[in-house]
């Protein structure tokens, strides 16, 4: 398996746009998703465009907190021995005063990838669809709250004072919630445009505090990935510059809506040409295979949509999170929606994953879904029409927690053929450990519930 990496041309093209760059970040996304790495000054810049930049093995297989997880095997067994973070093409991109940063993935010492390495894992189920002569078109939308960046311990967080005001109305698609918001999505924009992210439209979503953003589709589902990692740094950036916190948090307030990321696929033939395209709205044979490869792959698929304890608080009926297995045509109470508008443009909007889903994992499991669907043309079964809670009992269940979501996908046998076997086991390791860690926890609703009634 190989993966581009940059040459060094690109550091030495981007200096001279961008002589005004003292420090690069260069960022590594392990399997918790969680995007870490150094930053470096810019005369350090040629040597990671030469050699790479060595980390620790076990940045690999940290859980979200950044915590090694001993019961991978990557830590103690080799000494926590160094790979090296080589830049992928196209990512070195200014992020503002004098700083830059780029995507890597992670390589071994004779210059192979990772086995484990997230953007690896997605190369090659992209590489299954185009020996297939299928190019993936991705798009990826994200929901995410501004909040208060000062939270009392063991309080949950505030909606951010915006234009002056904590908002206390739901606000959907309100205008004056933008306006309100406008010196920040100004900067948000202005920073997006510098760094080349194709970022759009601005929402203000179904709760006080969140917004979705919309970055364009591409027929590259790993420069998606890695838009969407870049996207998530400067929304965070931002925020912080204008004294907020940008949260991805899967459900940071029990009685509000929970920040989603949806994702956008469409498949391209040889010709270029969109086979889910289909007259009259009504969905063709080859999309109709591919929403029955999505639900056959959804179980042993659910802990890379909904990675951490707290993702599983989405799934509510009347949520706009879906709570089964199911489709529907522009029916948003599902969880595989086909859209509306022109034909050529027909595409699934897979509404399961959580924001704080890795980027990389999650179109790997969807795309992985799309191909066996394709390639076994399997029914979905028929659609669900109008409200698609009342008719959950009648569809497959998603699992139900955490812990059922990482047993499933142990037991899978549709994305080890994807994913490779490796980099599962090693993703169910880190979730085992992050689990582990979780329950060693006493919350305080223990104490508020049993600790006098007991």
Not at 2 to 14: N, S
Not at 98 to 111: K, M, N, P, Q, Y
Not at 230 to 250: E, P, S, W
Not at 377 to 390: L, M, N, R, T, W
């Amino acid at each position: 398996m190989t993966i581009a990496v940059a040459p060094p041309a690109e550091a030495q093209d981007f200096l001279a746009a961008h002589p005004d760059t003292q420090f690069v970040d260069i960022i590594f996304t392990g399997l918790s998703g969680t995007a870490r790495g150094k930053r470096i000054r810019v005369h350090e810049l040629a040597a990671l465009y030469g050699a790479g930049r060595p980390l620790p093995v076990s940045i690999l297989v940290a859980d979200v907190t950044g915590q090694d997880c001993f019961d991978t095997g990557l830590v103690w067994e080799n000494g926590d021995s160094d790979r090296f973070a080589r830049p992928a093409p196209g990512t070195l991109v200014p992020t503002g005063s004098g700083r830059a940063a780029v995507i890597t993935s992670l390589f071994e010492a004779d210059g192979t990838v990772c086995e484990i390495d997230c953007r690896a894992a997605l190369a090659r189920v992209v590489a299954r669809c185009q020996a297939d002569g299928l190019t993936p078109v991705v798009a990826c939308e994200l929901e995410f709250y501004l909040v208060d960046r000062n939270r009392a311990d063991g309080q949950p967080p505030q909606p951010a004072r915006i234009g002056g005001a904590r908002p206390a109305t739901h606000g959907t698609y309100g205008l004056e919630e933008l306006d309100d918001a406008g010196p920040f999505l100004a900067d948000l924009w202005a920073a997006a445009d510098a760094a080349g992210l194709p970022l759009e439209t601005a929402i203000s979503e179904y709760a006080p505090g969140q917004m979705e953003l919309t970055l364009k589709y591409r027929a590259d589902p790993l420069r998606v990935a890695d838009d969407v990692v870049l996207y998530k740094r400067l929304v965070k950036q931002v925020a912080r510059r204008h004294d907020m916190l940008a949260t991805f948090m899967a459900k940071p307030f029990a009685d509000a809506a929970g920040n989603g990321l949806h994702l956008h696929v469409s498949i391209n033939d040889a010709a270029g040409a969109n086979i889910f395209a289909s007259p009259h709205g009504s969905p063709n044979p080859p999309l109709l295979h591919a929403i029955g490869g999505l639900k056959a792959a959804l179980a042993e698929s659910f802990a890379i949509f909904a990675p951490n304890a707290n993702s599983y608080r989405r799934f509510r009926a009347g949520s706009f999170a879906p709570v089964a297995a199911s489709w529907g045509m522009d029916n948003r109470t599902t969880s595989f929606r086909i859209t509306a508008g022109p034909d050529e443009s027909r595409h699934i909007e897979h509404r399961i994953a959580g924001a704080d889903a890795n980027p990389y994992l999650a179109l790997a499991a969807l795309l992985a879904g799309v191909h066996h669907g394709l390639t076994h043309q399997i029914d979905p079964g028929p659609p669900v029409i109008g409200d698609g809670y009342a008719a959950a009992e009648a569809q497959p269940a998603l699992p139900g927690d955490w812990f059922a979501a990482v047993r499933a996908l142990e037991a899978g046998r549709i994305l080890p053929e994807y994913l490779g076997a490796a980099t599962l086991a090693m993703f169910a390791s880190v979730k085992r450990t992050e689990q582990e860690r979780y329950m060693a926890v006493v919350p305080a609703l223990d104490y508020d519930w049993v600790l006098a009634n007991a």
